[in-house]
């Protein structure tokens, strides 16, 4: 445990709490932060203190906080501009009516994730990620300028034990323990990124289901990207569905999927992984630049609802 400012108390005027303090996973990436209080005003120096954490531990976590969704977005703007996530477009064009609490928060930068249906009842499919298993995803990936962070803020959630958990995968090591080969293979390479269904795999609203890879839609990103804070480089898979989704240009279907397989089965290996168990109360934020996510299925005994925000990413840099 290490103090995460470098004096002894933060301002009692500002944020009534002791000094923040960072408690490290143990894994190949995470870190809890305890002792500031998101009801609160955050004085300047923790907050750059907080944007070096994030830099430093790729997803932060942060435990018991009661906000509201303006205090959410107000704690989602220490680390950057608020993105409007790109899956709410697609429920607005089939006519989702934003006061929806269930599926559309009022507010632009703020998604409702939940498994809950039109009347408040735990469902397997809700036409968003419903209870299921989400599988290893990078947050929309499928945009041209895609966020840099995501942030969730934990509202009800189930029991230990009974789904719902989120991992996380360190996209920096990935990259840096690829096999020389699989180094070579992607030197250069992009691909790109389907934009057709969502992190469950369930289709969108609206949009038709791909038959070709001619039919992907979706804009084109390296497969290892540069961080624009770290400097490091990280592999940038994105996310994956049945085919035909993700390609690499430029290459042979066979080859492409054959190269993409190996790629995958690497950046998700336990080893790169750290896994939470949510409370309510909890936020966490990940930095979709370097690390993927996954979550496991939500038993249907159980109600998981969740507030996100997206923090503004930058044009990608090829490595």
């Not at 933060?10 to 209080?37: K, Y």
């Not at 298993?133 to 009800?156: F, I, K």
């Not at 790629?263 to 939470?276: D, E, G, I, S």
């Not at 979709?288 to 503004?312: F, G, P, Q, S, W």
Request: net charge negative; hydrophobic share 35%; charged share 25%.
């Amino acid at each position: 445990m290490q103090n995460i400012v470098g004096h002894t108390e933060i301002t009692r005027s500002a944020n009534a709490v002791a000094t923040p303090q960072i408690l490290p996973s143990g894994a190949a990436l995470g870190a809890e932060i305890r002792g500031v209080d998101f009801s609160l005003p955050v004085p300047d120096d923790v907050k750059d203190a907080l944007r070096k954490t994030w830099a430093d531990h790729l997803v932060l976590l942060i435990r018991g906080q009661d906000i509201d969704d303006e205090q959410l977005l107000a704690t989602s703007g220490i680390f950057g501009h608020p993105h409007e996530a790109a899956s709410r477009k697609y429920h607005l064009n089939v006519g989702h009516k934003v006061d929806d609490k269930h599926m559309i928060s009022r507010h632009p930068s703020v998604s409702i994730i939940s498994n809950l249906d039109e009347n408040g009842t735990p469902v397997k499919d809700n036409g968003g990620l419903g209870s299921f298993e989400v599988v290893w995803h990078t947050d929309n990936s499928y945009v041209e300028v895609p966020p840099a962070g995501s942030m969730l803020y934990a509202l009800e959630v189930p029991p230990p034990g009974c789904g719902g958990d989120t991992s996380f995968s360190n996209q920096y090591l990935a990259y840096e323990e690829l096999p020389d080969a699989l180094k070579k293979a992607i030197e250069g390479r992009a691909q790109v990124h389907d934009s057709s269904r969502n992190s469950a795999g369930i289709l969108r609203p609206g949009v038709k289901l791909p038959t070709t890879p001619e039919e992907v839609e979706g804009p084109v990103h390296p497969l290892v990207r540069v961080h624009p804070v770290t400097r490091r480089r990280a592999l940038y898979l994105g996310r994956r569905r049945d085919w035909p989704s993700n390609y690499i240009v430029g290459m042979p279907n066979e080859d492409s999927e054959a190269l993409l397989d190996a790629l995958w089965n690497h950046a998700t290996q336990p080893k790169y992984a750290w896994t939470h168990t949510w409370r309510v109360g909890d936020i966490v934020l990940w930095d979709n630049r370097c690390c993927m996510h996954y979550r496991t299925e939500i038993d249907l005994a159980y109600r998981r609802v969740m507030h996100r925000t997206t923090i503004k990413g930058e044009p990608i840099v090829a490595a």
